[in-house]
């Protein structure tokens, strides 16, 4: 049984689908989808973390864009 929704693992093109797991992998995922997702998959990271979490999770790695944008919105 997957672990992520289908309209969620989209986006992880370059990943093993199969092992990705929200529990073990809560930062990673939730960068990607900030990064490349698209509304509906935001809204579901929205329901599975706080938005302190995720503003906590705001990486150097992602593109500078993504992380301003997501900066100003979480203030």
Avoid: A
Wanted: proline fraction near 3%; avoid cysteine; glycine fraction near 2%.
């Amino acid at each position: 049984m997957p672990n992520l929704p289908k309209f969620v693992t989209k986006f992880f093109w370059g990943d093993d689908t199969k092992t990705l797991s929200f529990s073990k992998h809560k930062k990673y995922i939730s960068q990607t989808l900030l990064e490349k997702g698209n509304l509906r998959s935001i809204k579901w990271l929205f329901k599975k973390q706080s938005k302190k979490t995720i503003k906590k999770n705001l990486s150097s790695k992602m593109s500078k864009k993504s992380r301003n944008f997501w900066k100003l919105y979480l203030n």
